[in-house]
Structures are given as structure tokens and as C-alpha cells.
């Protein structure tokens, strides 16, 4: 009978070691070239359980399973260096080939990337397909990207942004965000500029919050909709945000820019927006967005 306690014993310890194992997080590693711990990122989200981590090498991700990523499991995806200039997914989307970023079926998490590029019906960068299902995204920019609804992202859950850039995206309903059903949003940080079509955010419920925002050069109107009860509150402003040379998708800020931290007239905002000062009161051709992306082409 000892000799079975022991054996019970054992096997208990046996299998607790083997579930701790199994329950912690693990880190994934993807690049752009197909190297790493998987060749794409959808392989990566294939094979992780909920809390694990992806993280994406420096370069441009492009391709079959580096976009269209469907995930369903709650874990992270983030650029290893955490800088969205140097951590690209293009999508490389169109009207005739549509593509986006990412489809979340469950909760998760962006951070430290770009998306470029997509085109799709709902959420040209991402789109959040389940009704309450809460996404968020830290230190991300989303540029050139068209929907019908939703130019970046379409969601039917709260959607956090954090310290993200939104620049030239277009959409008929929302040129940045659509949020629908139990769709609310919270910005903080981010910048919402030159939106295309429609005015930045359509929400068919709210935004509960917003705080050291700058929407600023939208075609459709800045704080309009569900955004006019947040303009000259909070940290929120409209004004240029002096990127370094947005003709060429660089958006680093100017010396000077009011995204900068604690400049004028939000010295109680730290920085607004993904990216930091990159050129000095004017822009610099040698750091321009298009010259970033051709070399990680090379």
C-alpha cells in the first residue's frame, strides 16, 4: 500500500509539473524572411495557447500568413524591438485582392507594429469579429488603409489605443474606427489625422473616453460625432502634428511638434502618438517612412 501512495505521489507531482509547464506563457519568434521559431505569423498564432507571446523581428511582413491573421486564442503579438518603424505587416490590400491585418476572435493585444496597406470591407487593419470581445493596441501606427467601415479597425468590442498613430485612412463609415453593438473605444495618446471620407470615428454607441488626443486634418471633421464632447478637454487638441514628411509617410514628429511630450499648449501630456522626434523643425528626406520600408526590402 506504501509503494502505492508513493506511486500516486509521484504521478501527482508528475502531472502538476507538466501542467505548469504547459501554463506558462511561452515566446515565439517570427521574421520576415520566413526564419525563426515559425516562417509566418498566422503559423505562430496556430500553434500558441492563451497567454503566450509572438514576437516579430525588424523588417516588412508581407504575404500568405502575414496578413489575414485570424486569431482565436488571447495571447500578445509585438515587434521584438517594440518600434513601429521598424516592425512593418503590409498588407498589400486592394479593392480587387482584399487584405487586412488581423481578424481577432477573442481578446488580444497589438503592440510595437505597423499596418499598412490593407483593404478590406470591415477593419481595413484589423477587424474584431465577435460581439464583446476587447482588443488593445500600444505604440501602433496605421496608415493607408481603406474599409467601408472602419478605414484601421471595425469592432464590436472595447477597443484600448494607446499611444498609436492613425494617418491617412479611409473609410465611408469612420475613417479611422467604426465601433458598433457593444462597440466602445478609449484613446489615449493617439493621433487621428487626415482621415479620408467620413469623419474619424462612427460609433453607434460611445466613446467613453479620450485623453491627450490630437485629431486633427480629417475630411469628414475632427471632433465631430462622438468625439465633440472630448475637443479642448482633457489634453485633447487639433493641430498639425508637424510630422517629419507625411508626402512620404515618415511620421516622426518635428522639433516643436505639440505631440512632442510635455510641449505646449499639452504640457501635461507626455508623448502623443507612436513615434518620437526623428528630424529637427523641418523634414529630413534621408528618414523618410518610404525610405524605411525600401530598406527592409533589401
Known sequence: MRGIAICRSLLCITVLLLFAKHSASETYVVAPDGSGDYPTIQAAVDASVAGDIIELLPGT??????????????????????????????????????????????????????????????????????????????????AHNTAFGGGAICAQGLVFMTNCTFYANRADHGAHIMAYDWGWSIPQNCIFACGELDTPFYSADYVEDMVCCNVFGNEGGD?????????????????????CNPEGDNLFLCVGSPCAPFTPPNEECDLIGALGIGCGSTAIESTTWGRLKAFFRE
Open 61 to 142: 511582413f508581407r504575404g500568405e500568413g502575414n496578413r489575414d491573421v485570424e486569431v482565436y486564442t488571447q495571447f500578445e503579438i509585438r515587434s521584438q524591438q517594440g518600434d513601429p518603424s521598424a516592425c512593418i505587416i503590409d498588407c498589400e490590400g486592394t479593392e480587387q485582392e482584399p487584405h487586412n491585418g488581423f481578424r481577432f476572435y477573442y481578446y488580444g493585444t497589438l503592440e510595437g507594429v505597423s499596418i499598412i496597406n490593407g483593404h478590406f470591407i470591415y477593419g481595413g487593419a484589423v477587424y474584431v469579429c465577435c460581439s464583446a470581445v476587447d482588443t488593445s493596441y500600444l505604440n501602433c501606427v496605421f
Open 223 to 243: 471632433y465631430v460625432g462622438p468625439l465633440a464632447q472630448f475637443e479642448n478637454v482633457e489634453g485633447n487638441i487639433s493641430l498639425d502634428p508637424l510630422f
